[in-house]
T-cell receptor
Framework: SQQGEEDPQALSIQEGENATMNCSYK?????LQWYRQNSGRGLVHLIL?????REKHSGRLRVTLDTSKKSSSLLITASRAADTASYFC????????????FGKGTKLTVNP | EADIYQTPRYLVIGTGKKITLECSQT?????MYWYQQDPGMELHLIHY???????EKGDLSSESTVSRIRTEHFPLTLESARPSHTSQYLC????????????FGQGTRLTVV
């Protein structure tokens, strides 16, 4: 089965609120990445956290990684209507093939 | 700006036809991937390649096949399309290495009638 199971599956918040999405995975990883997808288009990379890192920030994004629990979270602060999209975590397996496996995603709706 | 291209963007085709979905990247990336995604659903890895002449099947069983004869090109072929193949197909590529992100094409939306 796929790695990177996200929860919640759907999240609806008001503009200005924070949004938190969680991701769990099953095997050893090289790194974990978060992506965003607007309306069934191609995915856009947001942030990458390596297996030896615990927290990373990029603008309004904050990602944490707990390798002992095999879980990660993505926090979007001060959300905007333009943040409405689906968010996916993806894990890159250790080893030369670097298999990139995505979770089920969280559909975020930010209401103006 | 990602330099990865998929053609066609949309394809409607009859049952039993052979089709090839094209994916090309100009970034010199070693790793390339094909995903299948139904609207609003998760991405399923169906094929990946870690270099020329090296391809592997993904986690979702697929009747499609791929080839990687050149670094920049990773086409996906369905020998005999069926309605169950109706889906969106996304291609991605990345550099080798632990800090590299994947770049995605815009996808091919396939409808088999």
């Amino acid at each position: 089965s796929q790695q990177g199971e996200e929860d919640p599956q759907a999240l609806s918040i008001q503009e200005g609120e924070n949004a938190t999405m969680n991701c769990s995975y099953k095997t050893s990883i090289n790194n974990l990445q978060w992506y965003r997808q607007n309306s069934g288009r191609g995915l856009v990379h947001l942030i990458l956290i390596r297996s030896n890192e615990r927290e990373k920030h990029s603008g309004r994004l904050r990602v944490t990684l707990d390798t002992s629990k095999k879980s990660s979270s993505l926090l979007i602060t001060a959300s905007r209507a333009a943040d409405t999209a689906s968010y996916f975590c993806a894990t890159v397996t250790q080893g030369g093939s670097e298999k990139l496996v995505f979770g089920k995603g969280t559909k975020l709706t930010v209401n103006p | 700006e990602a330099d990865i291209y998929q053609t066609p963007r949309y394809l409607v085709i009859g049952t039993g036809k052979k089709i090839t979905l094209e994916c090309s990247q100009t970034m010199g990336h070693d790793k390339m991937y094909w995903y299948q995604q139904d609207p609003g659903m998760e991405l399923h890895l169906i094929h990946y390649s870690y270099g020329v002449n090296s391809t592997e099947k993904g986690d979702l069983s697929s009747e499609s096949t791929v080839s990687r004869i050149r670094t920049e090109h990773f086409p996906l072929t369905l020998e005999s399309a069926r309605p169950s193949h109706t889906s969106q197909y996304l291609c991605a590529s990345k550099k080798t290495g632990g800090k590299s992100e994947a770049f995605f094409g815009q996808g091919t939306r396939l409808t088999v009638v």
